[in-house]
C-alpha cells in the first residue's frame, strides 16, 4: 500500500531508472570488494616472497581500483538521496491531498479510528519510511550479492577438515564455521531486540503527543492566560512527558542489553576470520597472501549473514514507522469513503445569491429538540 503506488505513477520510469542505477553501483562495489581480497593476496605473497616489482605492481593496481571506487561510492550515496527526495516529495504530496481533500483533516478528529497527530506522520513518517525502505533494500541485495561473491572465494580456499568422531572429511568447512557463528547470532540479536519495534512505535507517538500539546497551547496561549490555567497546562505537559521518559527508559534497557551482545559478537568478528584460517595456515596449505585473502572472505561471508544483527534497530524503526503510516493511510481512506456514503451538509453557489435550505434538518445535540427543518 505505501510502496508500490510510487513505482507506478506518472514517475515511474525515472524513479525505476535511478533505481536501477543506484543497484549498478551496488553491484559495482560488491565486484571491487572481491577484487580487493585478490589485489591483497597479491600484496602480501609479494611481501613474503620479497618480490619487489611485483609489490609495486600490485600497488599501483590497488590505487587505480581505490579511485574507482571512490567515484562508485560519491555517486551511489548522491543518486539515493535524489531518489530518496523525489519519492519523499510524491508521497507527501499525495497524503496532503488526501488529508485535506474534502474536509478529511477535520472529520478524522472525530472518527474513532485511533489515528494521533497527522503531522507527525506526514512530515516525519514518510521521510523514515522513504530513507529506511531505500536503505534496508539496497543493503539487504548489497549483502546478498557478497554472500554469494565471497561464500566461492571462501569455498575454494577452505579445503577440507576431517571430524574424528564422525570419522568424515567436511569440504569447505571455513564456509560452514561461518554460517553457524552468523546464524547463532543473528538468532540472538533477534532473542533480544524483539521488544524494540513495540517501543519505538510507541516512543514515536509519545514524543508526537508531547509536542502536539505544546503547540496547542502556543496557538491558544489567549485563552489559557485568560482563564489561568498554567497549572492544569503543567500537569498535562507532566503526564506527556512522563511517558516519553518511561518509555525512553525501556528502549534504553532494551538496547543496553543487545549493544552488549552485538559489541562483543563485533569484536570477536575482527579475530574470528584468523582464527578459522589458522590451521591451514600453519600446516603449510595456505601461503600468507592466501591467508589474509581467506580471512577478508571470512570476514565479507560472515558480516554478510550479519546483516540482520547489523540493521535490527533500523528494521525495528522502519516497522514501526510503516505501521503508523498504513494506520494513517486506511484512517484517511475510511473518512473519506464516509464522507462519499453520508456527504451531511453540501454547499453550493447559487446563480441567483439567494440563501437556499433543501433536506436540512438542525436539532440540539442532547434529547434531539429540532431546531430548523427545510423539506
Do not use: C
Request: aromatic share 12%.
Amino acid at each position: 500500500r505505501l510502496t508500490k503506488p510510487y513505482w507506478s505513477s506518472e514517475e515511474k520510469w525515472a524513479a525505476r531508472g535511478l533505481l536501477a542505477a543506484i543497484v549498478v553501483l551496488n553491484l559495482a562495489a560488491v565486484f571491487m570488494e572481491v577484487w580487493f581480497t585478490q589485489i591483497n593476496a597479491d600484496i602480501f605473497d609479494a611481501l613474503q616472497e620479497k618480490n619487489q616489482s611485483g609489490f609495486v605492481h600490485a600497488l599501483l593496481v590497488f590505487g587505480g581500483l581505490a579511485l574507482v571506487f571512490i567515484a562508485v561510492a560519491v555517486y551511489r550515496l548522491y543518486l539515493n538521496q535524489m531518489l530518496q527526495i523525489r519519492w519523499r516529495r510524491w508521497l507527501t504530496e499525495r497524503y496532503l491531498g488526501d488529508w485535506l481533500e474534502n474536509q478529511t483533516f477535520y472529520r478524522l478528529q472525530f472518527a474513532n479510528t485511533g489515528t494521533d497527530n497527522p503531522d507527525q506522520r506526514i512530515a516525519e513518517d514518510l521521510r523514515s519510511f522513504v530513507q529506511l525502505t531505500l536503505s534496508l533494500s539496497l543493503g539487504f541485495l548489497t549483502n546478498l550479492v557478497s554472500l554469494v561473491s565471497f561464500l566461492a572465494i571462501l569455498w575454494s580456499l577452505s579445503g577440507s577438515v576431517t571430524i574424528p568422531w564422525l570419522g568424515i572429511d567436511l569440504p569447505g568447512y571455513m564456509v560452514w564455521v561461518a554460517l553457524v557463528y552468523a546464524v547463532a547470532g543473528t538468532w540472538i540479536t533477534h532473542w533480544i531486540g524483539r521488544p524494540l519495534a513495540r517501543l519505538s512505535f510507541d516512543q514515536q507517538r509519545y514524543e508526537a503527543d508531547f509536542r502536539f500539546a505544546l503547540v496547542r497551547l502556543r496557538e491558544n496561549a489567549e485563552s489559557v492566560a485568560l482563564q489561568q490555567g498554567e497549572a492544569q497546562e503543567a500537569r498535562g505537559f507532566g503526564d506527556r512527558f512522563g511517558r516519553v521518559v518511561a518509555n525512553w527508559w525501556s528502549l534504553m534497557r532494551t538496547q543496553k542489553r543487545l549493544v552488549w551482545f552485538t559489541s562483543a559478537y563485533g569484536q570477536i568478528a575482527v579475530i574470528f576470520p584468523l582464527l578459522v584460517a589458522a590451521p591451514r595456515y600453519f600446516s603449510g596449505a595456505l601461503p600468507l597472501g592466501s591467508l589474509m585473502q581467506t580471512s577478508q572472505a571470512v570476514g565479507q561471508v560472515q558480516g554478510s549473514l550479519s546483516w540482520l544483527i547489523d540493521a535490527y534497530v533500523n528494521l525495528a524503526d522502519w516497522h514501526a514507522t510503516t505501521s503508523r503510516l498504513t494506520g494513517f493511510h486506511h484512517a484517511v481512506q475510511s473518512v473519506r469513503a464516509d464522507a462519499r456514503d453520508h456527504a451531511g451538509v453540501e454547499r453550493a453557489a447559487a446563480s441567483d445569491g439567494a440563501l437556499t435550505l433543501d433536506g436540512l434538518a438542525l436539532t440540539l445535540p442532547h434529547g434531539g429538540t429540532p431546531l430548523v427543518r427545510a423539506d
